[in-house]
């Protein structure tokens, strides 16, 4: 009897089993992104290694090792060498950079125990655990599917896994819902197809295997009612691939089929008595391919297309994959003998980073370098074995379907992983370890016939005494994994905001810190706590400000926090750099809301000012804007000129000039930078509009209003033009022009911000005219457009005139709930409120003595109601 047809047993299908639940595991946990997911993931593995270990014995096999295995065996042994305490003359030598860190960084604070590679440990322990994880699951699958029917029912459960997965995101999508059963949102993706995968490229990953294996397997079945189901699962994951809009996706799924077409081609070709022409199962995969492109091209077709003319091809891949590759490679550079820590790229890269990015960058999107970077030189020649095992896998004799399918899939989600990261998560990789395990399982064939079986036999007990140590070895290193990165800074964060004191922060800072020594937002939190002391802590604030800038050069925050510390001190020249700093490493906020207003003379607004376009003009506008600060702003632009004489902000800074010396009713000196405006930019519109306030200020309305009439003809789809052109009608007198003027710029109006605008300046013009009803309608538009406490109060102070005053108070409220709490304003509008609701109640009380005294007064009042519903005349 030929061994596969022996009686299999159940500690092998229990194995079985706890594979296939590993491959529903995966997309169950969030396409494996759930932080929970490592202890089933370890469980399991471990549980399906020890009892294909038993199976394989009572089954009378010896349990076999394929040569593929001994690449998972070395990442196994690098992270645990990653993990390694070492002293610190043999840590300078095998990481410089590790060592760096902690003689610059952790020793300054007190941390001067011995340190590993790694510069993330606690990310490294749980690589430990996932890569023996997958070790574990590449030998069972290999042990399990020696039986035929068990390695159909594995690669069945994947491919009708994918194909499950596709279904729950076409049936999200008919039925418009966007929410992961109507229950999870995502918060930091908007996935095109939901289902449990919240990135695409993940999702096109792993459906573009599933759907490749399902073509493998529908190919081997001779009845073509058993191979039907395996068919519809393949079209529906392929229309997964498709509906996902992930372009690398979508080109290496469509690489696999044609790989797998070609091969079945040329296999029998290679035939000697070939039992159907060289071309019938290549061309039944071409066909395939075609009929899921068609079906997921009549399902997405808009979306599809959208997303093609988005790419811009070769130049949109170099902007958003590959621009970045430099620096990532200068980071594994820099870690060249071990890495820098299995996992570990997301803590370490920021320190190589060195162009502003809003961006967290947790892996390189590049297989590559992610083994370079994490693992150094070892990695890169692991991969490189990995590569050459694979090839000879691909070389290994009589494959039929079912095995080309599986290895054109892994081959084509290999070179997808040059441009993400699916299989750094456990639904792509244990995928992949089972269905290369059913490749690579032992052949009795070969064993009895061929010189070279490319497995290695392991007696039973070493082989369960491996798997059972290894599994304990997983389990232990789950306990350190569990610290995550993310949970330390939620709960250092969460004492920081709730003001605990500085020495309980700084020494829960320090025992976190020695956790996750490369974590740059620990010690920027231990910062921002020590501000928290005023002058007597800025100082140890900047030492910590020190190490973040060590760990992350471009993070503005933390120039933020060292100016503060630095103003703290008097060294106010040294603070306002640093806030040019933290402007210039991405925080654009900081200048115009925390910086300006700290600044006393023109030279520490020299200080802020940076050279990037249009930041002098901003810092200008916010100047001038206030009437306090009007006299710094005027000194600061003669620096400001200067300083950008030759370049195209010199213009700007003189219109700046005009508008300033208008404010402060220097009307010559308003006149004389107009003329210099005039020199550099004499027909510019600005200029022309510049030259009418001027003119304006002098007295000379009505030749500013003709200027900016004759302007209108020559630029009649200028909004702003056409807006200045109204409100200087509207101080004329002439509303009716005013209103025919915003008649013809509103189909050329682009954004709710314009349209506000236009209804508040008809608005302006009814109220002129004496149409208050008409006015009160604009203004209600206005606050539904921008809903904004000044356009809820502009309702109110309408309603008000027209005696409507219970409406006027909960338009005032409306306003009130926009508002920040406290401050002069708010109280005012709250005393508003309260004056409302007194004169509403005063009528009330009227109207009620009223109707006692007169019977028809109630049927008046109601008669009025109405009228002044539909009436746009204003109520005497």
Known sequence: MAPESRRVSRYTLSAEAALAALLVLGPVALGGAAPWVSWPLSLLAGLAAVLAVVGARRQGQTPRIPFLAVPLVGGVLLCASQLVPLPPTLLGWVSPEAAALREDVLVPLGLTGWRPVSLEPSATWRELAKHGA???????????????????????????????????????????????????????????????????????????????????????????????????????????????????????????????????AKQRREARTPARPSWSRGAA????????????????????????????????????????????ARAARAFPVLGMGRGAFEAAFPRYQTEPNPNTFTHPENAVLQVAAEWGAPGLLLGLLGVWCFVGLVRREGHGPVELAVLSGVAALALHNLFDFSLELPACAVAVAVVLGAVARPRESERLFARSTRTHPLPTVPALALASGLTAVMLVALVPGGRRMADAEARLAERVSARAPGAEVRALGLSLIDVHPAD??????????????????????????????????????????????????????????????????????VLLGEAL???????????????????????????????????????WLVWAREHFEGRPEATALWMQEVRGRLAQGELEAAAAACAEVERRAPDALGTHLLRADVWRAQGRAAEALQALEALSKRFPHDVELAFTLASRQQE???????????????????????????????????????????????????????????????VARLQEQLARYDAAARSVHEGLRLMPPGGSRRAEAEAWAVRLEAHERARVDARRQERVEDPKAQEREQYLRRSEAVSDSPVP
Not at 600 to 629: I, K, N, S, Y
Request: aromatic share 8%; net charge positive.
């Open 134 to 264: 997958y070790l574990l699951t590449f030998l069972a699958a290999a042990q399990v599917c020696r039986s035929r029917t068990s390695r159909q029912r594995l690669l069945s459960v994947l491919a009708f896994t994918g194909a499950a997965v596709a279904a729950v995101g076409l049936g999200h999508a008919l039925f418009n819902v966007e929410t992961l059963f109507g229950l999870r949102a995502y918060v930091h993706a908007r996935p095109p197809l939901v289902t449990p995968f919240g990135n695409p490229n993940h999702l096109a990953g792993f459906l573009g295997l599933a759907a490749t294996v399902a073509v493998g397997l529908a190919l081997s079945k001779q009845p073509r009612s058993r191979a039907t189901p395996f068919a519809v699962a393949a079209l529906l994951s392929g229309a997964g691939v498709l509906l996902s809009l992930s372009r690398a996706g979508i080109v290496f799924f469509v690489f696999g089929q044609v790989l797998l077409a070609a091969w079945l």
């Open 285 to 328: 995969v071409l066909l395939g391919l075609l009929t899921t492109l068609s079906v997921g091209a009549y399902l997405a077709a808009d979306q599809l297309w959208a997303e093609a003319r988005t790419a811009d091809s070769v130049e949109s891949l170099r902007r958003g994959k590959v621009e970045p590759w430099p620096m990532m």
């Open 520 to 589: 740059y937002l620990l010690y920027r939190l231990v910062a921002v706590a020590a501000l928290g002391d005023g002058a007597a802590g800025a100082k140890d604030a900047l030492g910590f400000v020190n190490h973040v800038l060590y760990l992350r050069p471009l993070d503005g925050p933390a120039h933020r926090v060292a100016a503060r510390a630095l103003v703290h001190l008097g060294r106010r020249a040294q603070g306002f750099l640093e806030y040019r700093l933290a402007y210039e490493a991405g925080d654009t906020r």
């Open 597 to 635: 207003p700290l600044a006393r003379t023109p030279e520490e607004v020299a200080t802020l000012t940076a050279d990037a376009p249009g930041q002098a003009t901003e810092l200008a506008m916010a100047l001038l804007g206030v009437p306090e600060r009007r006299a710094l702003g005027l000194a």
């Open 732 to 794: 004329a007198g002439l509303t009716r022009r005013s209103r025919d003027t915003l008649a013809a710029v509103a189909p050329f109006l682009t954004n709710l911000q314009q349209r506000a605008r236009l209804l508040s300046l008809e608005a302006d013009c009814f109220e002129r005219e004496g149409l208050l009803a008409r006015a009160l309608e604009q203004r209600r538009s206005v606050a539904g457009l921008l809903p904004a406490p000044e356009s809820h109060f502009a």
